[in-house]
């Protein structure tokens, strides 16, 4: 954020150089840097907007660290009169919980004074006028946004005299903004409005119906806080960004809304002669100051330190703090981020200088944790497969034998807890598939996964090992593919390349997975107590996961000559893999395929033994634009190997 030397100098006169104040800000407070001849740059945290995002408030801090005090800052205070020329309705005070109104008459619209205008470009805005031009000056030394209404352009309301109301926007609604765009509102946005509708998006930026022109005789000058997530959201939606959204986007003081509208008004006195005639306040009455109890040897405890009761309370009261009875001290008005005791410890230490707290060797000196390989692939497999909409779940690691059946690689438990569970689990599949059927009658899909050790008996040794265990159960859709594709996506996200799917000898609808001649695990299809539901499962072996998972990625850069892509279908035996059609397809000519998908299967009860397959394959060479009719020969090959090899009728 943009700040003004020479602003911040006419509130703390004793400041040296803009060197000095830049090397204190940057030493205690904030990151700040020299960008102009009159202008600096400082970092502000989000927690300090409340408070410092204003030429007053770096004032302050730099008060506080060369522990020198402040000029009086001149302002008028704001009291109800018995002369009311508007009426304000706050509908929705979670929205808007402070909103302040004063009544200005007298106004004579002319440039603003050339400081002032000096002030607002350094600070990155643009004058406009005297009225519009002091808003945002008093923003820059306060903080806090402010907005003026033509008077004489608001509408008026049931007793003859404008009604300002603060609302959320009426579905369809619509505002012109004061450069002229118009845009379309929802009623999660936060508007001003009157009885012929909106005058300003709240918080953001204002309309053009109630704008100050040259005509413009008397004002309505609003100061107001917003709710932060509301201002935020609104911003992000409608895609605007002002200096007031940004501000307000932030935790803001309620106390600030007062605090700026009494500075305002007296420049507006001071510089212009205007008369302050009515003032509203929605909220006069405001909540409890927060007092935190402060104790110094809880504070030297946790910093280490030998700070003595007196430098604490001169930090303290240097940044704000009133001292109260019992220790306890009352926070700042506008000191947003002060909440508990560890915060006011943290302020002194800040003030002290972090470089100047004593350093001390641990008293148990303290051993690095070990990398565990298995640790690390679990997690990844958790991020990967919840990407990818599976749900993880914990099941139990006691089975039933009978249920399981009767195998020499049961692990038996010697003191079983009931008959239902006296033998660890061999695999995964029985538990998750058990989960699986069981959420089945609630949900239309149930994607399960779950990571976890299993036991098997070899010999007279015990083998304990870990397990990913993935189960898919759908209604009226197939789950097989769905998961091989799963398991391919985590194949690839692991940086596992040399993996292949193995049709099992025994069984038609399973698939061993292997990588280099070792077992992985293995995908089946299985049967379910509904027909109409479909449900595969898959286990893989963790450890054999970790020994070929790499960490690093190969890139390719983009291919520099387009694609050609083509449409293939046929009909073949359902006994034929569609992986191994696939494979058929790819290797056919491996200069020019550079993919080969399936984007279509059909089966029909009446065709009994056969399957309707299409085939989506790209082509594309490394080295030139492909021709159409180089294409043409290369389907004229896939087809006649689909023909040869699978006894394929092309369609």
């Known amino acids: 954020?943009?700040?003004?030397?020479?602003?911040?100098?006419?509130?703390?006169?004793?400041?040296?150089?803009?060197?000095?104040?830049?090397?204190?800000?940057?030493?205690?407070?904030?990151?700040?840097?020299?960008?102009?001849?009159?202008?600096?740059?400082?970092?502000?945290?989000?927690?300090?907007?409340?408070?410092?995002?204003?030429?007053?408030?770096?004032?302050?801090?730099?008060?506080?660290?060369?522990?020198?005090?402040?000029?009086?800052?001149?302002?008028?205070?704001?009291?109800?009169?018995?002369?009311e020329k508007f009426s304000v309705q706050v509908e929705d005070k979670k929205l808007c919980p402070r909103y302040t109104a004063w009544f200005f008459d007298g106004i004579v619209i002319k440039p603003s004074p050339l400081w002032m205008q000096k002030t607002i470009k350094e600070c990155g805005l643009r004058p406009i006028?005297?009225?519009?031009?002091?808003?945002?000056?008093?923003?820059?030394?306060?903080?806090?946004?402010?907005?003026?209404?033509?008077?004489?352009?608001?509408?008026?309301?049931?007793?003859?005299?404008?009604e300002i109301i603060i609302r959320r926007a009426r579905k369809g609604e619509s505002i012109i903004t004061i450069d002229g765009n118009t845009?379309?509102?929802?009623?999660?946005?936060?508007?001003?409005?009157?009885?012929?509708?909106?005058?300003?998006?709240?918080?953001?930026?204002?309309?053009?119906?109630?704008e100050i022109s040259k005509d413009t005789k008397r004002i309505i000058v609003e100061s107001a806080i917003f709710d932060s997530v509301s201002i935020y959201k609104t911003s992000k939606f409608l895609r605007i960004v002002t200096d007031a959204s940004v501000r307000f986007s932030h935790d803001t003081s309620i106390?600030?809304?007062?605090?700026?509208?009494?500075?305002?008004?007296?420049?507006?006195?001071?510089?212009?002669?205007?008369?302050?005639?009515?003032?509203?306040?929605?909220?006069?009455?405001?909540?409890?100051k927060i007092v935190l109890k402060f104790d110094i040897n809880l504070?030297?405890?946790?910093?280490?330190?030998?700070?003595?009761?007196?430098?604490?309370?001169?930090?303290?009261?240097?940044?704000?703090?009133?001292?109260?009875?019992?220790?306890?001290?009352?926070?700042?008005?506008?000191?947003?981020?002060?909440?508990?005791?560890?915060?006011?410890?943290?302020?002194?230490?800040?003030?002290?200088?972090?470089?100047?707290?004593?350093?001390y060797a641990p008293i148990v000196p303290l051993k690095p944790s070990e990398t565990q390989k298995s640790i690390i692939i679990k997690d990844k497999i958790r991020k990967i497969l919840t990407a990818l909409g599976i749900d993880e779940v914990y099941t139990n690691s006691f089975i039933s034998k009978e249920k399981h059946g009767m195998s020499n690689e049961l692990v038996e438990l010697q003191n079983p807890i009931s008959l239902d569970q006296n033998v660890l689990r061999p695999s995964l599949d029985s538990g998750l598939?058990?989960?699986?059927?069981?959420?089945?009658?609630?949900?239309?899909?149930?994607?399960?996964?779950?990571?976890?050790?299993?036991?098997?008996?070899?010999?007279?040794?015990?083998?304990?090992?870990?397990?990913?265990?993935?189960?898919?159960?759908?209604?009226?859709?197939?789950?097989?593919?769905?998961?091989?594709?799963?398991?391919?996506?985590?194949?690839?996200?692991?940086?596992?390349?040399?993996?292949?799917?193995?049709k099992d000898k025994n069984n038609t609808k399973k698939l061993n997975i292997t990588i280099e001649k070792n077992e992985l695990g293995n995908i089946q299809k299985c049967d379910t107590s509904e027909n109409k539901r479909s449900m595969s499962v898959a286990e893989l072996n963790i450890n054999i996961l970790a020994l070929y998972t790499r960490n690093k990625k190969d890139y390719l850069p983009p291919p520099k000559f387009p694609s050609i892509m083509r449409d293939i279908s046929i009909v073949v035996d359902d006994n034929i893999l569609i992986g191994e059609v696939m494979d058929a397809i790819a290797e056919t000519d491996i200069r020019f395929i550079d993919d080969v998908d399936l984007i279509?299967?059909?089966?029909?009860?009446?065709?009994?033994?056969?399957?309707?397959?299409?085939?989506?394959?790209?082509?594309?060479?490394?080295?030139?634009?492909?021709?159409?009719?180089?294409?043409?020969?290369e389907i004229d090959k896939i087809q006649k190997v689909l023909e040869d090899k699978f006894n394929a009728i092309i369609r």
């Open 255 to 288: 106390h600030l809304s007062l605090f700026g509208m009494e500075r305002v008004a007296y420049i507006l006195k001071k510089e212009y002669k205007t008369i302050p005639v009515y003032f509203y306040d929605s909220t006069p009455k405001l909540m409890d």
């Open 1 to 83: 954020m943009k700040f003004s030397y020479s602003l911040i100098k006419s509130f703390a006169p004793w400041i040296k150089s803009k060197t000095a104040l830049i090397d204190a800000l940057t030493t205690r407070s904030f990151e700040a840097e020299d960008i102009s001849d009159d202008t600096i740059e400082i970092s502000l945290p989000p927690n300090r907007y409340s408070d410092c995002a204003s030429h007053y408030g770096i004032a302050k801090e730099a008060s506080a660290i060369f522990g020198k005090p402040l000029k009086k800052l001149e302002i008028i205070g704001g009291k109800s009169s018995k002369s």
């Open 129 to 162: 006028n005297n009225i519009v031009d002091t808003m945002n000056y008093a923003m820059l030394e306060i903080g806090q946004p402010l907005h003026a209404f033509d008077y004489d352009k608001l509408a008026k309301g049931k007793n003859g005299k404008p």
């Open 299 to 359: 504070c030297n405890k946790m910093l280490g330190s030998k700070i003595t009761e007196k430098q604490a309370s001169d930090i303290l009261v240097g940044l704000g703090f009133k001292k109260l009875t019992s220790g306890k001290w009352e926070v700042p008005n506008l000191r947003t981020d002060i909440k508990t005791r560890e915060d006011i410890i943290e302020e002194i230490a800040r003030m002290v200088g972090y470089e100047n707290l004593p350093s």
């Open 183 to 210: 845009f379309e509102l929802t009623p999660d946005a936060l508007v001003i409005a009157d009885n012929s509708g909106p005058l300003a998006i709240a918080g953001i930026k204002g309309g053009k119906r109630a």
């Open 433 to 502: 598939m058990n989960a699986a059927e069981e959420n089945k009658k609630f949900f239309n899909s149930v994607k399960i996964f779950e990571i976890g050790n299993i036991f098997k008996k070899i010999g007279e040794e015990i083998n304990e090992s870990a397990s990913i265990g993935i189960v898919i159960n759908h209604k009226e859709k197939e789950t097989f593919f769905e998961l091989k594709g799963i398991i391919s996506r985590l194949m690839d996200e692991l940086g596992i390349v040399d993996y292949v799917f193995i």
């Open 600 to 633: 279509d299967e059909y089966k029909e009860d009446k065709l009994f033994n056969e399957q309707n397959l299409t085939f989506r394959i790209m082509f594309r060479s490394d080295d030139r634009t492909l021709k159409r009719e180089e294409v043409d020969k």
